[in-house]
């Protein structure tokens, strides 16, 4: 969630020196926002299939990347070249529209993994309230972040990005700490314990 309403001000804070302008910094965003559709989707997909290998099966996860390659392929071309010109987008945002093609034939091969794993094992995935737990938690960080982001006046990237996503953690940490996420209150106790 941050990072797609706050990538530009990671992306400036690590690359936007010299020759590499903001609308550079702009365009990188653009393409990693793209990786990040189908981020979650290919860990757990990597999970799955390491989940049918300890089964002895090596076929089922094959079958499902072959799919995803395929649908990689098809959903690449689309997304890349002809969609950029129905949206009259400069075609150079076709390289931000492979990455999100290649993260929605992530969902696809990582749900028909889920699919045939439940069927074979039981339920699997992960929680609906953990799930929620965490967005909520990203909505509220980038919230704050996005309006500290609105208020602050031009400065060095580095800088602005410490002022907007250090407020962007402490608010993610402190919120999953209050709903009670285990991995937060872990965090928690550790710096606690440091003090």
């Not at 559709?37 to 757990?44: C, D, R």
């Amino acid at each position: 969630m941050a990072f797609v309403a706050l990538g530009d001000v990671v992306a400036a804070a690590l690359l936007q020196t010299g020759r590499f302008t903001h609308s550079d910094a702009l365009y990188v965003w653009g393409i990693l926002a793209g990786s990040g559709v189908g981020l979650l989707a290919s860990t757990l997909g990597r999970l799955y299939s390491s989940t049918y290998y300890a089964l002895r099966d090596t076929r089922t996860p094959l079958r499902y990347a072959l799919v995803r390659v395929a649908l990689t392929t098809v959903l690449g071309y689309l997304f890349a070249i002809p969609l950029p010109r129905a949206l009259g987008m400069n075609t150079v945002w076709g390289a931000a529209g492979l990455t999100a093609s290649a993260g929605i034939a992530g969902w696809v091969e990582m749900l028909m993994l889920r699919r045939t794993l439940n069927s074979r094992i039981g339920h699997t995935g992960l929680p609906l309230d953990y799930i929620v737990k965490l967005w909520g938690a990203a909505v509220a960080g980038g919230i704050v972040a996005w309006l500290l982001k609105l208020t602050l006046p031009p400065m060095h990237p580095a800088m602005a990005a410490v002022i907007i996503l250090g407020p962007y953690g402490l608010v993610f940490l402190g919120t999953t700490f209050l709903l009670r996420v285990s991995e937060a209150s872990t965090v928690v106790l550790r710096l606690l314990r440091r003090r």
